[in-house]
């Protein structure tokens, strides 16, 4: 690890920044040992000044989770219940008819809905205002891309989610809080969130130091997100994340200062499904995560909090939580591009991005090939990105077109 890479993780660590290290692109140098930096991910290499709840900026009123469940004191090893069974998944198909901005999200067995009014869900107009530093930003964005082994990544494997779905008679567990940034106090009301958790027995956490993972029960609309997620011989344990009582009626943010991501967004409602790239349409805003973010103080609605840390005060950082798209005057059917990358490039015209997180690079996620590889499905992503390798399936899109919207836009 070079000694310029050495001093950008320990700033990372001081800045708060506990969780995200980007997929490593096969085939892009230097993207192995950027993976390997650590910053709060997977065990003992975290700093004492890592991730406290206490510490995080906090940008909405904090939403006293709901109690959870009670369960027994004795430990319930999850036994497989009810199969479930993922939709076979064709390659990406061609552009879909038009769809009206009312066009509500989608389901299926491998998606998750938050309440139809959700900012996830919202078509951004196509006059809608831009941020007075559109174009400072832009150039910022670019700046990174070009600093950062020059390409846009897709997570799948590692440092995405897989989303496992329980069925109503999953035997529950208990999640143990593994303290894995040696905080000087306990987490009581995380714990109590992950005292009963239907853990189907296929479950298995994401690759990679942040081994993240979701669970969601759709006959309690229930939904856990885990962070350094690990199963031991005496049960389940995780780092951080959450418990969110009523998914489908939720604005689809974590109350503080709860979730997995920086921002407190879930992540599945930024992950790309196979299923999406399947029917050829996403009907959401994608999650984004850049390498650096403005400092934590400066933070846009719908982010809860931040992990930024710009402590040069270096011009024109992107704030977490910040909204951009698309120029929607692009004709995507244009561009040389694959037909994965056309699919997500309609999209950012249409829903656009959000900040959620920091990473090595600049990446978006599609939800982890496990949730379909642990039911013994192929994974999808092969046939999706047409054997392209993840950071090469963006080749081609116009990222000096895109357009960042107002500080706070959208919100209520």
Not at 18 to 26: G, N, Q
Not at 80 to 84: K, P, R, V
Not at 207 to 211: E, F, I, K, L, V
Not at 356 to 364: E, H, M, N, R, T
């Given at each position: 690890m070079s000694?310029l890479l050495?001093?950008?993780?320990?700033?990372?660590?001081?800045?708060?920044d506990?969780?995200?290290?980007?997929?490593?692109?096969?085939g892009?140098?230097?993207?192995?040992?950027?993976?390997?930096?650590g910053g709060?991910?997977g065990?003992?290499d975290?700093?004492?000044s890592?991730?406290?709840?206490?510490?995080l900026v906090?940008?909405?009123?904090?939403v006293?989770?709901a109690?959870?469940?009670?369960v027994?004191?004795?430990l319930?090893?999850?036994t497989?219940?009810?199969?479930?069974v993922?939709?076979a998944l064709?390659?990406?198909?061609?552009a879909?008819?038009?769809?009206t901005?009312?066009?509500?999200?989608?389901?299926?067995?491998?998606?998750v809905?938050?309440?139809a009014?959700s900012?996830w869900?919202?078509a951004?107009?196509a006059?809608?205002?831009l941020h007075?530093?559109?174009s400072?930003?832009v150039?910022?964005?670019l700046r990174q891309?070009?600093?950062?082994?020059?390409t846009?990544?897709?997570?799948?494997?590692?440092?995405a989610?897989?989303?496992?779905?329980?069925?109503a008679d999953?035997?529950?567990?208990k999640v143990?809080?593994s303290?894995?940034q040696n905080k000087?106090?306990?987490?009581?009301?995380l714990?109590a969130?992950w005292s009963?958790?239907p853990?189907?027995?296929?479950?298995l956490p994401a690759?990679?130091?942040?081994?993240e993972?979701?669970v969601y029960?759709?006959?309690?609309?229930?939904?856990?997100?885990?962070?350094?997620?690990?199963?031991?011989a005496?049960?389940?344990?995780?780092?951080w994340?959450?418990?969110?009582s009523?998914?489908?009626?939720?604005?689809?943010?974590?109350p503080?200062?709860y979730?997995?991501?920086?921002?407190?967004l879930?992540v599945v409602g930024?992950?790309?499904t196979?299923?999406e790239?399947s029917?050829g349409?996403?009907?959401h805003?994608?999650?984004?995560?850049?390498?650096?973010t403005?400092t934590?103080s400066?933070?846009?609605?719908p982010a809860?909090?931040?992990?930024g840390?710009?402590p040069?005060?270096?011009?024109?950082?992107?704030?977490?939580?910040?909204?951009?798209?698309?120029?929607p005057?692009i004709?995507?059917?244009?561009l040389?591009?694959?037909?994965a990358?056309?699919?997500?490039?309609?999209a950012?015209q249409?829903y656009?991005?959000v900040v959620?997180?920091?990473?090595?690079?600049?990446?978006?996620r599609?939800?982890?090939?496990?949730?379909?590889?642990a039911?013994?499905?192929?994974d999808?992503y092969?046939?999706?990105f047409a054997?392209q390798?993840?950071?090469?399936?963006?080749?081609?899109?116009?990222?000096?077109r895109l357009?960042?919207l107002p500080?706070d836009?959208?919100?209520?």
């Open positions: 000694v050495s001093a950008r993780c320990a700033a990372s660590r001081v800045a708060n506990f969780r995200r290290r980007a997929a490593v692109p096969a892009l140098a230097g993207l192995l040992s950027l993976a390997a930096c709060g991910g065990g003992g975290v700093a004492a890592a991730y406290k709840p206490s510490t906090e940008v909405a009123t904090v006293t989770p109690a959870a469940p009670s027994s004191a004795a319930v090893a999850p497989l219940a009810a199969a479930i993922a939709p064709p390659v990406a198909t061609a879909p008819a038009s769809t901005a009312t066009l509500a999200p989608a389901t299926a067995v491998s998606e809905s938050f309440a009014s900012f869900y919202a951004i107009p006059n809608a205002p007075a530093n559109s400072g930003f150039a910022e964005f891309k070009k600093a950062y082994y020059g846009v990544n897709i997570n799948t494997s590692a440092y989610s897989p989303v496992y779905f329980a069925a999953t035997p529950t567990a143990g809080f303290n894995c000087s106090y306990p987490e009581p009301a714990e969130q009963a958790v853990i189907p027995a296929f479950a690759d990679g130091t942040d081994a993972m979701t029960q759709a006959s309690t609309d229930t939904m856990w997100e885990f962070w350094v997620t690990r199963a031991t005496g049960g389940w344990q995780a780092c994340g959450g418990k969110m009523n998914v489908s009626h939720s604005d689809g943010t974590w503080f200062p979730g997995t991501t920086a921002t407190g879930p930024g992950q790309i196979a299923e790239l029917r349409e996403i009907r805003a994608i999650g984004i995560s850049l390498v650096d403005e934590a400066v933070v846009s609605w809860r909090r931040s992990d840390y710009n040069q005060g270096a011009p024109n950082r992107i704030p977490e939580g910040l909204r951009f798209r698309l120029d005057a004709d995507v059917e244009a040389s591009m694959s037909t990358g056309k699919i997500i490039a309609r950012a249409k656009g991005f959620w997180d920091k990473a090595g690079a600049l990446s978006i599609a939800q982890n090939p496990k949730s379909y590889t039911l013994g499905k192929p999808p092969v046939a999706l054997g390798p993840a950071y090469a399936v963006l080749n081609g899109f116009p990222w000096d357009q960042f500080k836009f959208g919100k209520p």
